[in-house]
């Protein structure tokens, strides 16, 4: 196996190219109402197709949000890999996975720190590509007490 090359896994990031009209719902802890915010995103293709950048403004949670992406393909580990940093914490994020059977949901399992403790939890997200050009993101958190809940969703649309 070449693992120099993009091979068809790589694919699954053309998805992402594109701008993006973003709306974002966030929950704090279950039964808490969602704090609901827009956003756009630019997505490029860098690296002859070896990964998606992504660049993401606007607000979150009554403050102004950035965030850089890099979503890939690692023939090595033979898993997709996302990296985020944002301007609202310190952290990197990374979270790894694979895409279903049907090539339209791509699973992934990280660790991030809690925004209310700075605790580390375990921390899985769902991107699901939608008809009509568009995704959408969920990320879901373990609560103090086991349980998994969602912590925030991502509708994106293509614009134009």
């Known amino acids: ?9 790589h694919e699954l990031l053309r998805k992402y190219v594109g701008n993006w009209d973003i709306h974002t719902k966030g929950w ?5 109402e969602p704090i609901v915010s827009k956003a756009s995103q630019k997505n490029e293709l860098i ?7 992504s660049r993401f403004e606007g607000r979150m949670m009554g403050r102004k949000a950035e965030g850089l992406e890099v ?11 996302t990296f985020w940093i944002d301007n609202m914490s310190t952290d990197f994020f990374t979270s790894h996975g694979t895409l279903d059977a049907s090539g339209k ?12 403790t700075g605790e580390a939890r375990k921390v899985k997200n769902v991107t699901t590509f939608l008809a009509d050009g568009k995704y959408k ?5 373990v609560a103090p007490d086991g349980k998994e ?3 925030m969703e991502i509708l994106a649309t293509r614009k134009g």
């Open 1 to 9: 196996m070449n693992t120099r090359q993009p091979g068809i896994s």
């Open 28 to 32: 704090g802890k279950p039964g808490d």
């Open 47 to 53: 690296f002859d197709g070896r990964y998606i950048l």
């Open 71 to 81: 979503i890939g393909y690692d023939l090595v580990q033979n898993e997709y890999v």
């Open 105 to 116: 949901v791509l699973a992934e399992v990280g660790t991030a720190p809690d925004p209310k």
């Open 137 to 141: 993101f969920e990320m879901f958190m």
């Open 149 to 151: 809940f969602k912590s």
